[in-house]
Nanobody
Framework: EVQLVESGGGSVQAGGSLRLSCAAASFTFDDHALGWFRQAPGKEREGISCLNGRDGRTFYADSVKGRFTMSRDNAKNSVTLQMNSLKAEDTAVYYC???????????????????WGQGTLVTVSS
């Protein structure tokens, strides 16, 4: 089992930026998928970005495409979510997820199969 730890959340004005990070002790398998999900108050958990560990390809929900960028640092077993042009509706608890192993050619933006970190709160004020 791996432990995922998110960090970098906070409060920011609309239009600002935040960088979230997720660190894992290790990935058991090279073939894996990483994801960023968020859950706003009263809402279901929403997949916003994922990364296929086999080729590094990333995928984004329409709600964040062009504003958020997901990347990984394999040497550090970490993944980052750079969030720019933040909007009030981005306010949520953000969760890092891991599927290990994962042999798909893409990665899912649905929560099935992911293990989660504890989450980090992002509050965007207008």
């Amino acid at each position: 089992e791996v432990q995922l730890v998110e960090s970098g959340g906070g409060s920011v004005q609309a239009g600002g930026s935040l960088r979230l990070s997720c660190a894992a002790a290790s990935f058991t398998f090279d073939d894996h998928a990483l994801g960023w999900f968020r859950q706003a108050p009263g809402k279901e958990r929403e997949g916003i970005s994922c990364l296929n560990g086999r080729d590094g390809r990333t995928f984004y929900a329409d709600s964040v495409k062009g504003r958020f960028t997901m990347s990984r640092d394999n040497a550090k077993n970490s993944v980052t979510l750079q969030m720019n042009s933040l909007k009030a509706e981005d306010t949520a608890v953000y969760y890092c997820g891991l599927i290990d192993p994962w042999f798909g050619t893409t990665c899912p933006l649905t929560p099935e199969f992911y293990a989660w970190g504890q989450g980090t709160l992002v509050t965007v004020s207008s």
